[in-house]
């Protein structure tokens, strides 16, 4: 048998259910973290309120929101193809460890700490993650194509992850360094700008294998780009105007995550069984996790607008 048949050959299906009962088990783990690092930011965010402005803690959501839409979307999207090679788990993984890290407290001094080092790993998971994906697509009959574009491992996901990795390194930068908040300013205005425009390529590139059967699918391609090119513009180049037309785009950004959702929750909905058949309907509709990512970069793209309002009033 040549080594080609022994790849394509499937897997047994013992050895299938193992797998995919260890992905539900990562996911298990991950949200338990996750929950347990959220009631232990709720129960000291008091303690600590004079510590953190509004910028920092948007930030710091935003970032805690895209991981756990990674985490969701990656498990769910890993458990379809089965777990087949082992890497897989890495990026549920480490996206519990980003929403984990996301919801803890920031340090206020220069030193090390645990939560860096998860948003450091989750930054360098993303970019191999991609190249994971990026060699799924092209070992495919027909390499760099629309079809594997389409069909195979989704070339811009894995970015999220890094995404979400760079929003908790920033959040500990503004902790450290909160005199310089017009330099951070525009490092996360251009961050969460050209997140909003990666963002918006991957949702375009599937929407068009949709074919835009809903006028709706419109929407996430329209205007997070215009509020990642204002965004971008802005960390090029500071100025006060248009500030208030630049706030109104990312609160739609904002409100797109939650109504994409909702689209793709009845998505799957209008496939055969609807919800009732979950277990198939939930991996074959669109991807329910997915929008809320949008709602995360809208935050971080608030955050530097409140970091360079305020840098202007105290210049």
Not at 105 to 114: K, N, T, Y
Not at 180 to 189: E, N, P, Q, Y
Not at 221 to 238: E, S, W
Not at 272 to 280: A, E, K
Request: hydrophobic share 45%; proline share 5%; charged share 15%.
């Amino acid at each position: 048998m040549t080594r080609r048949g022994r790849e394509d050959r499937p897997a047994p299906a013992a050895t299938r259910r193992g797998r995919t009962g260890l992905g539900m088990l990562v996911l298990g783990l991950g949200l338990g973290l996750a929950g347990a690092a959220a009631a232990g930011r709720l129960a000291r965010s008091r303690k600590h309120a004079d510590i953190h402005d509004a910028s920092l803690r948007r930030t710091r959501d935003g970032a805690a929101i895209l991981g756990a839409s990674v985490l969701m979307d990656s498990a769910m999207e890993h458990f379809r193809g089965g777990y087949e090679n082992r890497v897989m788990y890495l990026g549920p993984t480490m996206a519990a460890a980003s929403v984990a890290a996301s919801l803890s407290e920031p340090r206020l001094h220069p030193g090390g700490s645990a939560a860096r080092v998860a948003h450091g790993a989750c930054l360098v998971t993303g970019i191999v993650g991609t190249g994971f994906h990026l060699w799924n697509i092209t070992r495919r009959p027909g390499g760099l194509s629309w079809n594997n574009l389409f069909y195979a491992a989704p070339i811009g996901a894995p970015g999220a992850l890094s995404i979400a990795g760079l929003l908790g390194l920033a959040t500990e930068a503004m902790a450290v360094r909160q005199e310089d908040r017009r330099t951070t300013g525009r490092a996360l205005a251009a961050l969460s700008g050209l997140s909003l425009l990666g963002e918006s390529a991957e949702v375009a590139l599937l929407h068009f294998r949709g074919a835009f059967h809903n006028p709706a699918m419109y929407l996430p391609i329209t205007v997070p780009p215009l509020a990642g090119i204002v965004l971008v513009a802005l960390a090029v180049r500071p100025h006060a105007g248009g500030q208030r037309v630049t706030r109104l785009l990312l609160r739609i950004v904002g409100g797109l995550g939650v109504l994409g959702t909702a689209f793709h929750v009845y998505g799957v909905s209008r496939n055969m069984g609807g919800w009732s058949n979950w277990r198939q309907n939930a991996l074959a509709g669109p991807p329910t996790p997915a929008p809320i990512s949008f709602t995360g970069l809208g935050l971080a793209g608030l955050a530097a607008l409140d970091l360079l309002d305020n840098a202007r009033d105290r210049a």
